[in-house]
Nanobody, 127 residues
Framework: QGQLEESGGALVQPGASLRLSCAGS????????IGWFRQAPGKEREGVSC????????FYADDVMGRFTISRSNDKRTVYLQMHNLKPEDTGVYYC????????????????????WGQGTQVTVSS
């Protein structure tokens, strides 16, 4: 347990959509809160979205609210980040992370909540 793998990153034009996936290696993710983070060149890693265990809540950064949607697959093995209307400022390496602690409005975007991290997938939004 603990290994996560992201996929789905790509080079796209502004306004395009992408769906990122986060899968656990040989285990389901239903008991974990899963967060998505991104790191743009020269910037610190920041929280993008989070889904609580059992799908009991979702959280979004202000600048992605209404454009991104986080969800789990029916078999609970994958967490998706559906991204619409992508902007150049969405460019970065996207990481997923897992936590056994319940997130709330003050904690979900903090890296310390999460014990397990993937290696990241690159999203580039450019014309």
């Amino acid at each position: 347990q603990g290994q996560l793998e992201e996929s789905g990153g790509a080079l796209v034009q502004p306004g395009a959509s992408l769906r990122l996936s986060c899968a656990g290696s040989g285990y389901t993710l239903d008991y974990y809160a899963i967060g998505w983070f991104r790191q743009a060149p020269g910037k610190e890693r920041e929280g993008v979205s989070c889904i609580a265990s059992g799908d009991s809540g979702t959280f979004y950064a202000d600048d992605v609210m209404g454009r991104f949607t986080i969800s789990r697959s029916n078999d609970k093995r994958t967490v998706y980040l559906q991204m619409h209307n992508l902007k150049p400022e969405d460019t970065g390496v996207y990481y997923c992370a897992a936590s056994l602690f319940p997130p709330d409005d003050r904690s979900w975007f903090g890296e310390r909540l999460y014990a397990y991290w993937g290696q990241g997938t690159q999203v580039t939004v450019s014309s």
